[in-house]
T-cell receptor, first 117, second 114 residues
Framework: NAGVTQTPKFQVLKTGQSMTLQCAQD?????MSWYRQDPGMGLRLIHY???????DQGEVPNGYNVSRSTTEDFPLRLLSAAPSQTSVYFCASSYSILRTGNTGELFFGEGSRLTVL | KQEVTQIPAALSVPEGENLVLNCSFT??????LQWFRQDPGKGLTSLLL?????REQTSGRLNASLDKSSGRSTLYIAASQPGDSATYLC?????????????FGRGTQLTVWP
């Protein structure tokens, strides 16, 4: 199993450009989420999904879009990049705690480091 | 507000010491608490998960305890080694919060020197 795979690992954008960060998991997890990690701010939840076709906003959703057309994939789209979106982005997934016997242990990808100039 | 606090923010110790990292949370109604390790430039690796019904979990030199009534968890690292140097984060899944949403502390940055 590859676990949670994120691409690209590094990306540099100019202000106003758009791009998509890819996230895929091969563990058949219902729950997927995107966090950003900034110095002094910790991990902040951007968007999450509890299953295919279902997404919702986290703490800091502005400037980002998501969709969940399959169980495996959960891409994060930056619509018009701003310097404030310079950060490290992490995708994470888990089984639903509603699934009998599952603890909800969260698994993370290696991260995508984004710089917006 | 559901918060998670970790103390200390940074810790530097010589090799061989036994360590305790602290995590506190504001609401005792939790599903689980998870401890992660993060190496510089890397993602988060799950170390231990304690379910609400459990008091502690052990993995090798690591032991995590949970006291819901006081809103505290501790991560005990026995016989620390330089390879243990990393940032350790705890995360809480609260009952009543959005399903699956974890609340993270800001971490304890641990340095173990030879």
């Amino acid at each position: 199993n590859a676990g949670v795979t994120q691409t690209p690992k590094f990306q540099v954008l100019k202000t106003g450009q758009s791009m998509t960060l890819q996230c895929a998991q091969d563990m058949n997890h219902e729950y997927m989420s995107w966090y950003r990690q900034d110095p002094g701010m910790g991990l902040r939840l951007i968007h999450y999904s509890v299953g295919a076709g279902i997404t919702d906003q986290g703490e800091v959703p502005n400037g980002y879009n998501v969709s969940r057309s399959t169980t495996e994939d959960f891409p994060l789209r930056l619509l018009s990049a701003a310097p404030s979106q310079t950060s490290v982005y992490f995708c994470a997934s888990s089984y639903s705690i509603l699934r009998t016997g599952n603890t909800g242990e969260l698994f993370f990808g290696e991260g995508s480091r984004l710089t917006v100039l | 507000k559901q918060e998670v606090t970790q103390i200390p923010a940074a810790l530097s110790v010589p090799e061989g010491e036994n360590l305790v990292l602290n995590c506190s949370f504001t609401d005792s109604a939790i599903y689980n608490l998870q401890w992660f390790r993060q190496d510089p430039g890397k993602g988060l690796t799950s170390l231990l998960l304690i379910q609400s019904s459990q008091r502690e979990q052990t993995s090798g030199r690591l032991n995590a305890s949970l006291d819901k009534s006081s809103g505290r968890s501790t991560l005990y690292i026995a016989a620390s080694q330089p390879g243990d140097s990393a940032t350790y984060l705890c995360a809480v899944l609260y009952r009543g919060s959005t399903l699956g949403r974890l609340y993270f502390g800001r971490g304890t940055q641990l340095t173990v020197w030879p």
